[in-house]
């Protein structure tokens, strides 16, 4: 983890912020611990902790407004900030069910661009919204209670796109959900 984009997160109040598990800061922190235990490369495990600097289609509290790019991209590098943008940028409604197969288009919620990422972007993507639903879940039982099934679902879709150790970790945390 940077010091860097910790200090990003702190002055943009991420320990403040509640969130399933605690406060955001640590929901971002064991995000990033996770990607990093599945072998994840670090641009991938730093755009892990910061994931959620501009708001998700799930989470709509930003961190940074979109047009402070160029700072997060200080922090933590060109490739890791286009993979937070990139996660930050989902719709999920249409971009969710062809992701593994690369059917339908990705939809940039931020612009409205419609694209088919390469099967590298597809794979982190699938790789850091794992991480990030299955910290939510492992830390909330009531979250593992009302999303587990469709998130075994969505996963199982998903499994072509995510490591070994992802998957493993899938099973492992959404098995506790029957």
């Not at 943009?12 to 605690?22: L, V």
């Not at 930003?62 to 943008?85: F, K, M, Q, S, T």
Request: net charge negative.
């Amino acid at each position: 983890m940077t010091a860097e984009a910790m200090a990003i997160l702190q002055a943009a109040g991420a320990e403040e912020i509640q969130h399933p598990g605690g406060t955001l800061l640590s929901h971002l922190r064991r995000v990033s611990t996770l990607l990093g235990s599945w072998g994840a490369r670090p641009a991938l495990v730093s755009a892990g902790l910061c994931h959620a600097f501009y708001g998700t289609d799930g989470f709509p509290v930003a961190l940074l407004d979109l047009g402070r790019r160029a700072e997060l991209v200080e922090a933590i590098g060109v490739e890791a900030e286009a993979l937070v943008y990139f996660y930050a940028s989902c719709d999920r409604k249409s971009s969710y069910p062809g992701l593994a197969d690369n059917r339908d288009t990705f939809v940039d919620r931020f612009t409205g661009t419609r694209m088919h990422p390469s099967l590298e972007e597809r794979r982190d993507f699938a790789e850091l919204t794992t991480a990030n639903e299955l910290d939510i879940v492992a830390v909330s039982p009531e979250a593992r209670t009302r999303y587990g099934a469709d998130l075994r679902d969505l996963f199982t879709r998903w499994r072509p796109l995510l490591s070994e150790a992802a998957w493993a970790h899938c099973r492992s945390v959404l098995d506790q959900a029957e």
